[in-house]
């Protein structure tokens, strides 16, 4: 089975500002979804307030805890965001932004 392409809608994993050790784990676990496997708590859980098949990475940094979101389609992995997580749920506006990528995505990659 070949992994699944990478389409990066929004967001990004550098550093700074995240940490090596953060932005190496990130690419860890998005490299294990690429490759089929299904992630779960404390590494990832799903996002169904967002829409079907998406989920987010979870990572602690030494100064933050970051979040990737993304959702599973046929041929890739997309992601939608890439955001420091402040407070205990995701923000509202993180919610309608990623859902309305994903909504254009589908929209224009049926």
Same mark, same amino acid.
């Given at each position: 089975?070949?992994?699944k392409v990478i389409r990066w &809608? #929004?967001?990004e994993v550098k550093t700074p500002p995240l940490s090596i050790e953060a %932005?190496? @784990?990130l690419g860890y676990l998005l490299r294990m979804v690429q490759e089929g496997e299904m992630l779960s708590m404390p590494h990832a859980r799903p996002m169904p307030i967002i829409g079907n098949a998406c989920h987010e990475l979870r990572v602690k940094d030494a100064?933050? @805890?970051w979040r &990737?979101?993304?959702? &599973? =389609?046929a041929d890739a992995?997309?992601?939608l965001d890439v955001f420091k997580k402040t407070t205990r749920e =995701?923000?509202?506006r993180i919610l309608e932004h990623c859902? %309305? %990528? &994903? @909504? #254009?995505?589908r929209r224009d990659f049926p």
């Open positions: 089975m070949n992994p &809608l #929004h967001g %932005r190496r @784990e100064a933050a @805890e &990737l979101v993304f959702a &599973l =389609t992995i997309v992601v =995701t923000p509202q859902r %309305r %990528r &994903l @909504e #254009h995505y």
